[in-house]
C-alpha cells in the first residue's frame, strides 16, 4: 500500500508572532521555519506503518514555495521514499490545498493519505477533511490510534467528551491528533541519505487546479492585550481578594 | 440572509455549544433554521423551536444518524442547503463540527471560515490564527458562507421564550465506509470543561497522575471541571480531553486556576480571555504570571491543600 503524506512549511512552533506594520499579515521574514508538528506525526506514524510491513511506499507531498523542498527534505529524513512540490508563490488556503492533493491523489492512487489535523499558523483544521470529500473516500480526524487490517482503518479519534472508534474501508484520509505517537529525529545518515531521493517539481497549472484565494484578508490585528502580573502574599490574601474583589467566588 | 445551523446535540439535550452558534447565526441575519440530525431526537428539536429569533427546526430521524459519522451529517446538511435557499451554514468549532464542516465546504466549493470570534458584516469575520497571537478580518466572496463558531466568542443564546415550527425533513440514505464503532467517554460528575463558570487546570508541575488528585478535591471545593495543559496530557498525566489550548478546547470560564502551569503561548491560547486568572506557580519568572489577575509563587503541594481549608473555612 503506498501512503501519502501531505505536508505543511509554517512559522517554528517555537516562534512568537508578529503582527507586520501594514496589518496585513504576520511577519515571517527571517524567522525559523519547520515541518507543522502535526504533519511530523503523520510523517512518523506513515514510517511506521512502512515498518510493520503494512505500507510498501510513503510520498511526500507539500504545497507552496521553492523553499518547501527543506520541509520536504525533511520528511525524506525521516523515511519518506520520494517527495512531490507543488510550487507556487500565490497564498493557498485549505480548499485549494486539497485540491491539489486530490490531483496528486488521482496520479499516485494511494491507500491511504495521513495529514496533520490543523497547521499552526492558520489553525483551520480543513484540509483533511475537504480532500475526504472531493476524493469521495471516508475520513478519520483527530487518531490517537491507528490500526490497519483487511483493507480498513480502525482509528480512535480525540473528541470532546473522550474518545470515539471508527473503522473506515480504504482508501481513506486520516488526520493526526498529538498523541498519535511521538516523532523520531532525523539522523545525519539519513540526512544525507535524504538528498539523493527524488523530489518532482510540479505546479498547479500543470495539475489543471484554480488556487485563486476564496477568503480576502482585510487586516491582521494583535489582540487584546490583558492586564495580568497583579500578586498575592499567601492563600489568606487570595482567597479574600477572589471574595471581595473579583468577586467570583460563590 | 438564511441561515442554517447544525445543532450539536446527544439525542436527548442541545449541547450548550449550539446556543453560542445559534447567537452568532443571530448576528447574520434573522431567518434562522436549526437543523436536528438525529436518531428519536424528539426533545432535542422541541428544545430547538423554544429558541428565540429560531423560524423552523429541521428534523432528519433516522438510525444511522444517533452516532453519525461526518460523512452522513454532511450528506443530510448537502440535501437541506439544495433545497433551500441558504446564504451561511454555521456549526459550532467543536469536535463535532470541525469534523463535518469542512466536508461541507469542499462539496459546495466554498472556502470555510474557521472558529470565528466575531462577525463584521454577513459577508467578513473575525478569526484567530497563530494560536491567538494575531486575529485576521477575513471577507468571503463565496455564494454560501460556510462557518465554524468559536462558543466563547459568543454568548449563549436563551432557551424560552421562541416558538418556531418543526419540519422533517427526509434523511438520505447511509453512507457506510465510516462507522463509528465504540466510544469511550470521559464519565465525570462535574461541569463539562468547555461550559464550566470555574476552571482548575494542571501542568507539568503536578509532577504525575496520580497528583491530580489533589486538583480534584480543589475542583471538588469550587465546583468546577479540570483542565490541563498540553505539557500534562504529552506527559500522560490525564487524558486529551482535558486539554485547554490551541490544539485543545477553548474556555472563559469566570475563574480560571493555573496549578503548576508555566504558560506556553499554546495554552493561553485556550485560556486567556477567562474573566480571572490565578497562577500558582514556583517559578516566580513563568510566563503565566504576566496574564495572571492573581499571581501566587510558591508550591503547589503546599498551596492547594491551605486553599482548600481556606475556602472551606
Known amino acids: 500500500m503506498k501512503i501519502i503524506v501531505p505536508i505543511k512549511r509554517v512559522v517554528d512552533y517555537n516562534v512568537k508572532v508578529r503582527v507586520r506594520p501594514d496589518g496585513m499579515g504576520v511577519d515571517t521574514a527571517n524567522v525559523k521555519m519547520s515541518m507543522n508538528p502535526f504533519d511530523e506525526i503523520a510523517v512518523e506514524e506513515a514510517v511506521r506503518l512502512k515498518e510493520k510491513g503494512t505500507a510498501t511506499e510513503i510520498v511526500a507531498v507539500s504545497c507552496g514555495v521553492a523553499a518547501c523542498q527543506e520541509t520536504l527534505r525533511t520528511a525524506l529524513a525521516l523515511g519518506a521514499d520520494r517527495a512531490v512540490l507543488v510550487q507556487t508563490d500565490t497564498e493557498l488556503q485549505p480548499l485549494a490545498v486539497a485540491k491539489l492533493l486530490r490531483a496528486i491523489v488521482e496520479k499516485e492512487s494511494p491507500g491511504l493519505v495521513i495529514l496533520g489535523k490543523q497547521a499552526i499558523d492558520d489553525d483551520a483544521n480543513q484540509t483533511g477533511q475537504m480532500l475526504a470529500a472531493l476524493l469521495d473516500w471516508p475520513q478519520a480526524t483527530f487518531a490517537s490510534k491507528v490500526d490497519i487490517a483487511d483493507s480498513k482503518a480502525t482509528v480512535k479519534r480525540e473528541v470532546d467528551g473522550g474518545l470515539e472508534t471508527v473503522e473506515v474501508a480504504l482508501p481513506a484520509v486520516i488526520t493526526t491528533d498529538l498523541r498519535l505517537n511521538e516523532p523520531r529525529y532525523a539522523t545525519l545518515p539519513n540526512i544525507m541519505k535524504a538528498k539523493k531521493k527524488p523530489l518532482e517539481t510540479l505546479t498547479p497549472e500543470a495539475l489543471g487546479v484554480d488556487v485563486a484565494p476564496r477568503l480576502k484578508t482585510l487586516r491582521v490585528t494583535e489582540p487584546a492585550k490583558r492586564k495580568g502580573g497583579g500578586r498575592v502574599a499567601d492563600v489568606k490574601e487570595l482567597v479574600a481578594k477572589l471574595r471581595n474583589e473579583a468577586k467570583v467566588l460563590r | ?313
Open chain 2, 1 to 313: 440572509m438564511t441561515i442554517l445551523v447544525i445543532a450539536e446535540h446527544d439525542n436527548a439535550a442541545l449541547k450548550s455549544a449550539t446556543l453560542h452558534t445559534i447567537a452568532a447565526a443571530q448576528k447574520l441575519g434573522n431567518d434562522i433554521h436549526v437543523l436536528v440530525a438525529g436518531s428519536g431526537a424528539e426533545a432535542v428539536a422541541i428544545a430547538a423551536a423554544a429558541i428565540p429569533d429560531v423560524a423552523k427546526v429541521l428534523r432528519a430521524n433516522a438510525q444511522h444518524l444517533a452516532q453519525p459519522t461526518a460523512e452522513n451529517v454532511a450528506a443530510v446538511v448537502l440535501q437541506v442547503v439544495a433545497s433551500g435557499n441558504y446564504t451561511h451554514v454555521v456549526a459550532p468549532a467543536t469536535s463535532f463540527g470541525k469534523n463535518a464542516a469542512p466536508r461541507i465546504a469542499a462539496k459546495l466549493d466554498v472556502a470555510q471560515i474557521s472558529d470565528i470570534t466575531g462577525i463584521e458584516s454577513p459577508d467578513t469575520f473575525v478569526r484567530p490564527i497563530y494560536a491567538g497571537n494575531a486575529f485576521a478580518t477575513v471577507q468571503s466572496s463565496d455564494r454560501i458562507k460556510v462557518i465554524t463558531v468559536r462558543t466563547t466568542g459568543f454568548d449563549a443564546v436563551p432557551v424560552t421564550g421562541g416558538n418556531a415550527v418543526i419540519e422533517d425533513v427526509a434523511a438520505p440514505a447511509e453512507i457506510t465506509s465510516a462507522k463509528v464503532t465504540g466510544q469511550e467517554l470521559t464519565k465525570s460528575e462535574r461541569p463539562e470543561l468547555t461550559s464550566a463558570r470555574v476552571v482548575v487546570s494542571g501542568g507539568r508541575g503536578m509532577a504525575s497522575g496520580e497528583n491530580f488528585k489533589l486538583l480534584e478535591a480543589l475542583a471538588d471545593t469550587l465546583h468546577a471541571a479540570i483542565g490541563a495543559s498540553r505539557a500534562a496530557v504529552d506527559a500522560g498525566y490525564v487524558p486529551n480531553d482535558y486539554q485547554v489550548g490551541q490544539t485543545g478546547k477553548i474556555v472563559a470560564p469566570d475563574l480560571y486556576v493555573a496549578v503548576g502551569i508555566s504558560g506556553a503561548i499554546q495554552h493561553l491560547a485556550g485560556m486567556k480571555d477567562s474573566k480571572v486568572i490565578v497562577a500558582i506557580n514556583k517559578d516566580a519568572e513563568a510566563p503565566i504570571f504576566q496574564i495572571a489577575d492573581y499571581g501566587l509563587v510558591g508550591d503547589l503541594f503546599e498551596i492547594i491543600p491551605a486553599l482548600i481549608a481556606e475556602l472551606s473555612s
